[in-house]
């Protein structure tokens, strides 16, 4: 749940209802909040997805870990983030539950959900996650919040969880600070091109070499400074040309455990 820096106004909500923002499905979908609109109280990330070939909008290192858990999971068959919830029902049900609605100057805010998931899985088709701090579970305010959205999903009969830190390995998190650092280095769609393909012809060569020592072996071949294929190889990585489980550290990584983008087409949607 991201953190607003100024509440929305009626007549915004109105405007992005009409923009069509939490409607849509897979490629179409449109979250209801994006990294424009608001301040995180952490990084906030843009990164591709590829079972929904469209850019997702995270608000925090925590909401990325969990988002590349899903993506890369073969159950999760579609992420929508920053689902929002339906007022009027919100509304309801905390004049229910004595429950302050979230307000802005006078002003009713929509709630949203971290990410609306629909699974292969026959036991869970649906279910929804919201990612929070461990520690920002002991604001009364914030567990009251929570406890409005949890019962607008039970309200719907749809599956709700929090997920904290504490659930995702620290693996993830040191891959995450790998990934992203605070400068990240744009490129042209051209250069990302030619990358993907130079790597893919080397990777093909040494499938159980871990990617560390491949960029050693490579700067040596190609005249590189000290770092240069490696730095590369991780701008694909964060990208999301290169995709893997982030479960498995960085340094061990090899070939064999990188899925490449099998649609070129998709680097366009990534760039956007």
Partial sequence: MAKRSNGLTEAKIKRWIKEGRGKGRGLEYRPWLNVRDIASKGRSHRVFGHKSRRTHHLFSDLEL?????????????EIREQFPLQQEVTLELAKEAGIRHPQVSGIFQVMSS??????????LPKFVLQAKYAKDLSDPRTVEKLELERRYWEYK???????????????AFQNIEWLYPNQQRTHELSELTEQLKFYSHHFSKAPSTTIINISKALDVKYDHEAGESLAEIRDLLASRLLSFDVTIPFRKLTPADIHFVDDISVLEAINV
């Fill in 65 to 77: 870990a969990v988002f590349l858990f899903l993506d890369w999971s073969h159950k999760a068959i």
């Fill in 114 to 123: 971290d990410f609306l998931v629909n699974s292969s899985d026959s036991v």
């Fill in 157 to 171: 009969e749809v599956p709700w969880y929090i997920i904290t830190e504490r659930e995702i390995s620290k693996t």
